[in-house]
């Protein structure tokens, strides 16, 4: 069992019933995530030890959210209180041709007016094996990005491994603020995670591949690969490769580089997406264990990470809600869906 820490936000979500649109809607489904705190639960379900380090409001909303961690076995204990709010976020899940949509209401939230005196950075990395960010966390303020900052710092001073989700939000900041932000923070860096779009937004990096034509070929992908782990000395840099037919059929595969060998994963058809939100962030978590559980096989972690955002796609809420077995069962080849008596 490894010890993994996560920074960010975790958010209450506020959907729309199935497929109904906002304007259609007297009432909402409530769950909690958010980038980081999804993958935290993605590890602990996995069997780790995961940590989940951010900031909420005292009040009851704020512990629902922390109550929601806890049910899937992640570890709460760093977790400042104060502040006046929560962020919430609005998502109308869409379908066929009709994409879904997503309204922030997270401005001024607990996280985002967190001080370096809310945490204890090396306490918390201490006998860390892992710690994982993402760019939504420095997108959400100057000072959740001076957090991210002495996070990562920290991390590196206790000799613990740092992968980073690049995950560009352009409803949270600019390319130009994500780059000035980004690139620094990436020399903490050992495993880059991004798309296309991501390593272009944030990076500056630009594959050559047609994502929005459906094309993903990851030969696109291998110079801009090579380019970034020679700028950033990543030990490893990985993109999901999505292709969007539809807002509910998609095909997923990944890719990632060692810095010696390209390894393509195999491809999965997803129809229909019962809910795509949190795809990314339990790839993250799926990649994580992989590489903790395969250090030496970097195609076996990442056909672990693949199948469990592949299953993913089919839970609704944020959260993965997957066992190692069943994910472990997927990437072997059972993708029968038949019933398990």
């Not at 920290?154 to 600019?174: E, I, M, Q, Y």
């Not at 994502?211 to 999901?240: L, N």
Request: charged residues 25%; neutral net charge; aromatic residues 10%.
């Amino acid at each position: 069992m490894a010890k993994i820490v996560t920074l960010g936000e975790i958010m209450l979500r506020l959907s729309t019933p199935g497929n109904t649109r906002f304007v259609q809607s007297d009432s909402f489904d409530v769950v909690y995530g958010g980038g980081e705190a999804n993958v935290a639960v993605s590890c602990a379900n996995y069997g780790h030890d995961a940590y989940f380090v951010s900031k909420v409001p005292t009040h009851e909303i704020g512990q629902c959210a922390v109550n929601a961690l806890r049910r899937y076995g992640v570890n709460t204990k760093f977790i400042a209180r104060g502040g006046d709010r929560l962020g919430i976020y609005y998502l109308e899940t869409g379908a066929s041709m009709r994409a879904s949509k997503v309204i922030y209401d997270r401005a001024n939230s607990s996280i985002a007016e967190a001080s370096p005196k809310d945490f204890d950075f090396d306490a918390i990395m201490e006998g860390a094996d892992w710690f994982h960010w993402s760019g939504i966390t420095p997108a959400i303020s100057d000072k959740a990005a001076e957090l991210t900052k002495l996070a990562c710092e920290a991390a590196k001073r206790h000799g613990v491994t740092v992968s980073c989700d690049l995950n560009f939000r352009k409803k949270l900041w600019t390319s130009e603020k994500a780059i000035s932000i980004m690139r620094p923070l990436m020399q903490y860096v050992d495993v880059c995670i991004g798309n296309e779009e991501d390593a272009e937004l944030c990076l500056g990096f630009k594959p050559d591949a047609d994502v929005t034509g459906g094309k993903t070929d990851a030969s696109g992908y291998k110079a801009i690969f090579k380019q970034m782990a020679e700028k950033f000395g990543f030990k490893y840099v990985v993109s999901t490769l999505r292709e969007s037919f539809s807002a509910t059929h998609n095909g997923w595969k990944a890719l990632i580089y060692n810095g010696k060998e390209f390894y393509e994963s195999k491809r999965y058809d997803i129809n229909p997406i019962i809910d795509r939100v949190g795809g990314g962030d339990s790839f993250s978590g799926g990649l994580i264990h992989g590489l903790l559980t395969y250090p030496t096989d970097q195609g076996k972690a990442l056909e672990f990470a693949v199948a469990a955002s592949a299953l993913k796609h089919t839970i609704n809420g944020d959260f993965n809600l997957v066992s190692t077995a069943e994910v472990e069962a997927l990437a072997g080849g059972d993708a029968s869906g038949r019933v398990q008596r």
